[in-house]
């Protein structure tokens, strides 16, 4: 299914069959989007989900408009442009806008939707390999008994 771009998405998912559930969970993976942290400050934990254009400016609720945030930050920024706001904090720089910007435009998701999966799983063998087989294997413990290091 990939990633969730409205709450609705995931009502009906097997893991959340109700409103409520689904809510929650979409707005878990917002908040965990920036490792946990508040996409602004990025020194405190994310406990709130931050309408990057606010509601009260037609801002939506969907995936892109929404960044996880400290409760602090939410607050302090209120319904102003996030970017304007950002701005003018002592902790802002050019790196956490440009990963904000990513965010909504949805760049880091759609990469990730077009590319193959990565597998960075060892693949097991069940065939003997024509370069190197068990014969070749080296022993695991010396002849004394004591195990190579």
């Given at each position: ?19 409520q ?10 908040k965990?989007?920036?490792g ?7 020194c ?43 701005q003018?904090q002592?902790?802002?720089n ?9 965010w ?6 759609i ?10 799983r ?7 390999s024509e ?18 290091a």
């Amino acid at each position: 299914m990939g990633i969730a771009n409205d709450w609705s998405d995931l009502l009906f998912d097997l893991d959340c069959l109700s409103k409520q559930s689904a809510k929650r969970k979409f707005k878990k993976q917002i908040k965990y989007g920036f490792g946990g942290l508040c996409a602004y400050c990025r020194c405190n934990r994310a406990t709130t989900v931050d309408h990057l254009k606010p509601k009260s400016r037609g801002g939506s609720s969907l995936r892109s408009n929404l960044i996880p945030a400290c409760r602090s930050c939410n607050t302090d920024k209120g319904s102003e442009s996030w970017l304007v706001w950002f701005q003018r904090q002592e902790f802002y720089n050019t790196v956490a806008q440009e990963l904000i910007e990513e965010w909504i435009s949805n760049k880091r998701f759609i990469e990730e939707e077009l590319d193959e999966p990565i597998n960075h799983r060892a693949k097991i063998r069940t065939t003997e390999s024509e370069i190197r087989g068990v014969s070749y294997e080296p022993p695991s413990v010396r002849e004394d008994g004591l195990a190579l290091a």
